[in-house]
């Protein structure tokens, strides 16, 4: 098979930044038509996109992103630490909103939070054409 | 008793979305280990299956955090 990680990883990084570029689109999309409903559920939308994003392209960031080409021990720690750090950070926006944002429209919250994750799956699996092919 | 409720309604939703990514996680992470022991020139390959396939396996758990978390600090708090 004839592999060549550099180009991969290349590719890979182009197609995960136009992902998320793709998920913000329709979050101001999403968010623009919840103004037709109220202001409150505009901005509900917009955090709930910003719960989805931020989290995901730290991960992203620190997974796809690092210097280190090392072993599949040190490859598999960063994943692992990524997903911790993911995991904290989204814990800490959740209730930093949850706390600090008054008034807040949690299904408007939740239904953006929900289609970016179903978004997600789908925009992976079709731009990676070598995902079912394994 | 409302209140109590709707605190172990919070820490269930936590607690087995937690039970959920552990075990989806810990099953990736040995496949990873397995596919890049097999193949060690393929493990950029692999790290991107892992994160693709990783956004999957903890979607549904993050999802359940959130809720349980409203739970926790609008609707009980």
């Known amino acids: 098979m004839n592999l060549k990680p550099g180009k991969h990883t290349q590719a890979t990084r182009q197609r995960v930044i136009r992902i998320f570029l793709i998920q913000a689109l329709v979050v101001v999309v999403m968010a623009v038509i919840a103004l037709l409903l109220g ?12 719960l989805y994003l931020l989290p995901n392209a730290y991960f992203a960031k620190r997974l796809l992103f690092s210097r280190q080409h090392g072993s599949a021990n040190r490859a598999l720690a960063e994943m692992y630490i990524g997903q911790i750090w993911k995991m904290a950070i989204s814990i800490v926006a959740f209730s930093a909103v949850f706390i600090m944002v ?4 949690p299904f408007s919250l939740f239904f953006a939070f929900i289609l970016l994750q179903v978004s997600g799956w789908y925009l992976q699996m079709k731009a990676n054409y070598r995902f079912l092919k394994l | 008793m409302e209140m109590a409720l709707l605190y172990i309604a919070g820490a269930l939703m936590l607690g087995l979305g937690a039970v959920g990514a552990a075990v989806g996680i810990g ?28 956004g999957l396996v903890d979607a549904v758990p993050m999802i359940g955090v959130g809720l349980g978390l409203y739970v926790l600090f609008a609707v009980a708090g």
């Open chain 1, 39 to 50: 202001v409150t559920q505009a901005y509900s939308v917009l955090l709930g996109g910003l």
């Open chain 1, 102 to 105: 008054r008034p807040l429209s």
């Open chain 2, 27 to 54: 099953i990736l992470g040995g496949k990873f280990l397995e596919g890049a022991a097999r193949q060690p020139e393929l493990i950029p390959l692999l790290r991107t299956q892992f994160f693709i396939v990783m």
